[in-house]
């Protein structure tokens, strides 16, 4: 009878066998990126894979969500290893598509080759026969949450409702038999080392805004205009007034984009268009923020006498990375990259909707190197092919093996003293509650 050791070994060897084949799929990956529920392309790649290593997948999940599952010996919890698959728009990256401008500046393609690299392993090495329990393998859409506009037209053609492919899928059901969840995200970031786990990462939420003027000739009669730019301009000054009101602690971030500032440069603009997320540390953080930020474009509206149309949309609620699945993590990392390679970091500022599943279930989100840049930026890239996609692929594999060897007793213990912040009807309610649309007249 093989010990944990032992399987653990047959999974890497069975991982590193199939090492070409992974690094070529995240590859393919990344010469053809797509946008969030535009990951067609993609998702036929995960689809096709899945059945070469005996899969049997189910695609159209929140439109491009894929999954595939291996079941234990014994009937036990379901563990999720995911991987997301989108890109996102970065002016100037050199493999970037030349219609759409997506781009894999985050590493969201290692994440795909990785997960479906744990399946080649854990499946390879006939790791099952020692399991309690089931394996998901789950390619889900859309955690960047760009392409605002277009998104919102899907949701009110009622193609989508939720935004973001995470808080879709939950809304779906598509997460409802799943107990514990996990993925790997790149780093480029030095103090990573090589892996690396932080507490927790700032949530968000999303606005679209629209300043409504009036058109007039910019030279011949701009007294006869209401310029809608100059509103957002104005209201855009008072968002950076008020930053220093924002506590440290919070992690407060604002970062708004005009995306349409006019039509034509000699016709006063009467229709400007800004984006902009409201991200925080918790969620009382952020629905404060989100108050001053509305009074702050109100501002705009009212000092030129033009009106603005606020959209607040759900985002993604706070990350919390589970203390437990960390330790074991943590353990694997420490025991195949060294202990000095390994670290643990506090909070973090950016924003995922790994933070929704964590609000419902145990979840891990540690990072992993192997990339270059900065990410989101036209610089960045994959370096380290082997640590990127390899080792990510060992590390999501092992954590299935300690979750769920020995009649899945770790993951048994992680899951019977796991206390949700929010029941699955909680959370809906509440990313539905955040969804509204305001019109403030500053003529009145």
């Known amino acids: 009878m093989p010990t944990r050791d032992d ?27 797509e946008l969030g529920f535009k990951e067609f392309k993609t998702s036929r790649l995960v689809e096709d894979t899945m059945r ?23 009937d036990g919890p ?25 781009a894999h500046a985050c590493g969201h393609n290692a994440q795909v080759a990785s ?35 277009w998104r919102v037209e899907q949701a009110r053609a009622g193609k989508l409702e939720f935004l973001g492919g995470k808080p879709e899928l939950l809304r779906l059901g ?15 970031q030095r103090e990573y080392k090589k892996a690396g786990l932080a507490a927790s990462n700032n949530g968000c939420i999303v606005k679209t805004v629209r300043y409504m003027g009036r058109a007039s000739h910019a030279g011949g009669a701009p007294h006869m205009g209401i310029n809608a730019l100059y509103a957002a301009h104005i209201g855009l000054a008072a968002i950076n007034a008020i930053r220093e009101t924002f506590k440290d602690e919070d992690s407060i971030r604002v970062h708004p984009i005009i995306t349409h500032g ?49 959209e607040t949309l759900p985002g993604y609620l706070p990350l919390f990375n589970h203390d437990g699945m960390g330790k074991y993590f943590v353990a694997n990392a420490s025991a195949r990259l060294g202990a000095e390679n390994v670290t643990q970091m506090g909070h973090r500022s950016g924003s995922t909707d790994m933070g929704d599943i964590s609000h419902v279930m145990p979840t891990l989100h540690p990072y992993i190197a192997g990339s270059s840049g900065s990410g989101h930026g036209a610089d960045y890239t994959i370096t380290d092919p082997k640590l990127a996609y390899i080792e990510n692929a060992k590390q999501l594999a092992l954590m299935a093996v300690d979750m769920l060897w020995d009649d899945a007793q770790s993951a048994r213990e992680i899951i019977g003293a796991f206390k949700p912040r929010l029941s699955r009807e909680a959370y809906l309610a509440f990313q539905r509650g955040i969804n509204k649309t305001e019109i403030f007249d500053g003529a009145k």
Request: one cysteine or more; a negative charge; hydrophobic letters at 50%.
């Open 115 to 149: 997960m479906l690299g744990a399946a080649m392993g854990l499946v390879g090495a006939k790791a099952f026969e020692h399991l309690a329990g089931r394996v998901v393998f789950f390619a889900v859409p859309a955690e960047e949450y760009g392409d605002v506009a």
């Open 174 to 188: 598509h997460f409802d038999d799943v107990d514990m969840a996990m993925m790997i995200h790149l780093t480029p």
């Open 262 to 310: 006019g039509s034509q440069v000699n016709v006063i603009p009467a229709d400007v268009r800004i984006e902009t997320y409201v991200r925080g540390k918790s969620v009382e953080a952020i629905l404060d923020a989100n108050v001053r930020v509305d009074r702050a474009l109100k501002a705009g509206a009212l000092a030129l006498g033009a009106q603005v149309e606020i």
């Open 52 to 74: 070469e290593i005996g899969l049997q997948p189910k695609g159209g999940l929140a439109i491009t969500g894929v999954r595939g599952e291996a079941r234990g010996k014994k």
């Open 78 to 102: 379901t563990f999720a290893l995911l991987g997301e698959l989108d890109a996102l728009v970065v002016a100037g990256h050199p493999v970037a598509d030349p219609q759409t401008g997506a």
């Open 7 to 33: 399987v653990k070994r047959a999974v890497c060897e069975a991982i590193d066998r199939q090492s070409e084949k992974i690094v070529a799929v995240g590859d393919t990956i990344r010469k053809n990126p």
